[in-house]
């Protein structure tokens, strides 16, 4: 494909698909990207073969996005598939999670860094189960944009009134969550392509953008300059070669909003003021940082800066914090008790955590509460506190969805056991025997 885009103009989106199983999320990327042009003359050919080796009555666009045998051979998605594409107004990043509830973590590590999602209905079933699960989790990861993609709507005659019908109920049900996003509705035929790319004449009723138009106009990131800065350092860069000799930059990736040379910063543990003189990128010195952008930042003193130290500025402190609760999504097939102990990884920072109490955990069936169990399976989610063997420096998810954000690793194994965003940092307790409670 051959897309010229223009830097002033173009923007990333990344979002992500859910949906109950044979919704048709699979069908739907594989239409988006074959109507855009997106695919190579020999993936289409591949595809083409394949359908006819499955006996399929014509090509299967889903095949693009399924690349597990297991998902070809059972027709539905189990791990997350990432697809890249691009339109002379935007580029995309798609992450196509499972709709399975048995794959919920795959859709949380899908969607984590999602700034929109499509969550798709079949047009025959309504508002389901996974349906209300998909957008309590598309809720719980501060998603700012969904779509509601009522799909398959041949099959019911593209009669209006089905769709007002799964508009109200979600709608219904949005109000009920408290569902604080835009919500927009779009009915869709993934298969033949109705208002996918190109405008339908079968919804002549349906005045709205079809789903590309909405993709590529669709605002995000607003307000993202005027966020909390924030700057997690990863590595301290000290040359020592003559060329560089008193050279000492920090390295790191800005989580959010804009650092300028000038600024005064805070350094964190430490808490020393400073100011920023130079700010440096691969293609050399720059006056101002973008966020999610990588760079390496000297200052006008000599602080003791370490990796898993953060810079911000002194308008937006930070406050160290040793006690948290958070929100989890366990991954593990060992089940999480009170009083286990993990690292926690916070941005570039590492901390021993031990869960000193399972607060709640939500039914994903019912999105009830409920605390009479303590431990927690795989695919559960729900709330616990943590208690930190030394400090982090950290907002609530719900203000920075970076350094609101972190992973347990068990200790033994060093596999990643559970994703979680913090509800908020709790102030810490005086206990002179904390460090025992690490002590191995």
């Not at 698909?17 to 190579?40: E, M, N």
């Amino acid at each position: 494909m051959d897309v010229t885009l223009n830097p002033e103009e173009s923007s990333l989106l990344r979002f992500t698909t859910a949906g109950s199983v044979d919704d048709g999320k699979s069908t739907l990327i594989g239409r988006l990207l074959y109507d855009c042009k997106s695919i190579f003359e020999d993936q289409l050919a591949a595809v083409e073969e394949s359908s006819k080796r499955r006996g399929d009555a014509h090509v299967n666009l889903a095949l693009l996005t399924d690349g597990l045998r297991a998902e070809r051979e059972q027709g539905i998605t189990i791990d997350v598939a990432y697809r890249y594409f691009a339109t002379p107004k935007r580029k995309f990043i798609i992450a196509d999670t499972p709709g399975h509830v048995q794959y919920t973590r795959n859709m949380v590590t899908g969607a984590s860094t999602a700034d929109l999602a499509i969550i798709l209905i079949d047009a025959r079933q309504g508002v389901v189960e996974q349906t209300r699960r998909h957008a309590f989790l598309a809720s719980l990861l501060r998603i700012q944009h969904v779509v509601l993609a009522v799909n398959k709507m041949d099959l019911v005659g593209f009669d209006e009134a089905v769709f007002d019908r799964i508009r109200q109920d979600f709608a219904a049900f949005a109000k009920e969550l408290e569902l604080e996003v835009a919500v927009t509705c779009i009915p869709l035929s993934a298969l033949n392509g109705d208002n996918v790319v190109e405008r339908s004449s079968h919804t002549p009723w349906y005045s709205g953008p079809t789903l590309l138009e909405h993709l590529e106009t669709v605002q995000v990131h607003l307000g993202e300059r005027h966020e909390e800065a924030r700057y997690p350092v990863q590595w301290v860069i000290r040359p020592m070669s003559d060329e560089h000799h008193d050279y000492r930059g920090y390295a790191g990736r800005v989580a959010s909003g804009t650092f300028r040379v000038g600024d005064e910063v805070i350094a964190y543990p430490a808490e020393m003021k400073t100011v920023i003189t130079r700010i440096h990128t691969a293609d050399g010195d720059v006056q101002e940082t973008e966020q999610a952008m990588s760079y390496s930042i000297e200052v006008a003193d000599e602080i003791d800066i370490s990796r898993g130290d953060m810079l911000a500025k002194p308008e937006h402190p930070l406050e160290a914090t040793k006690n948290v609760d958070a929100m989890i999504c366990w991954f593990s097939d060992k089940p999480m008790r009170p009083r286990s102990r993990f690292y926690l990884r916070h941005t570039t920072r590492e901390v021993r955590a031990m869960v000193e109490q399972v607060v709640y955990k939500v039914d994903i069936q019912t999105l009830k509460k409920t605390q009479d169990d303590p431990q927690f399976r795989m695919n559960e989610i729900g709330c616990i506190r943590l208690r930190l063997a030394a400090p982090i420096f950290c907002d609530a998810y719900a203000r920075n969805r970076v350094t609101g954000s972190f992973v347990l690793v068990d200790e033994q194994t060093n596999n990643t056991v559970a994703a979680g965003m913090i509800v908020k940092p709790l102030e810490s307790e005086t206990d002179p025997d904390v460090a025992g409670a690490f002590a191995i």
